[in-house]
């Protein structure tokens, strides 16, 4: 069974499935997250929605590109949770399935190219607090104590 964090399911809402790959990255004693300005303001693990016809290992490594402007290596997976969540950026009901890894932060090669998005380094313990979703923070919790 796959282990859920966050909101109960709305009851009446249909909600689609949006699976995703997001990486913990430490380098040194810190972590590289980034932090979204919309819809809400909020510190995430970089990661996000994998697309038709890509495997998870190339939706992580775009999509911390897209997010923090880093390349990586070596990921490697821990696991899987879910979330049912509201995704207003799509007016989306979302049962996300959160494919959790870690990986190597390799080289910056200039600042994100998603909008409203900007990489931030972090403390583990500091970053177990402040993501915004308490899967997220369970992974980082659990990797690092």
Not at 57 to 76: D, K, M, N, S
Request: some cysteine.
């Amino acid at each position: 069974m796959i282990r859920r964090f966050g909101d109960p399911v709305v009851a009446g809402k249909r909600y689609v499935m949006r699976p995703g790959a997001y990486a913990i990255l430490p380098l040194g004693r810190n972590l590289l997250l980034t932090h979204q300005d919309e819809p809400t303001p909020e510190f995430q693990l970089p990661g996000g929605g994998i697309d038709p016809g890509e495997s998870a290992i190339q939706a992580l490594h775009r999509e911390v590109f897209e997010e923090t402007g880093w390349r990586i290596a070596a990921p490697r997976k821990l696991g899987v949770f879910r979330r049912f969540t509201y995704m207003p950026e799509y007016d989306l009901w979302a049962e996300k399935l959160c494919h959790i890894y870690i990986a190597r932060p390799v080289r910056a090669l200039g600042p994100p190219s998603k909008a409203g998005h900007m990489a931030v380094w972090m403390k583990p313990d500091e970053a177990a607090h402040r993501l915004a979703n308490e899967g997220d923070q369970y992974f980082v919790e659990q990797l690092f104590s």
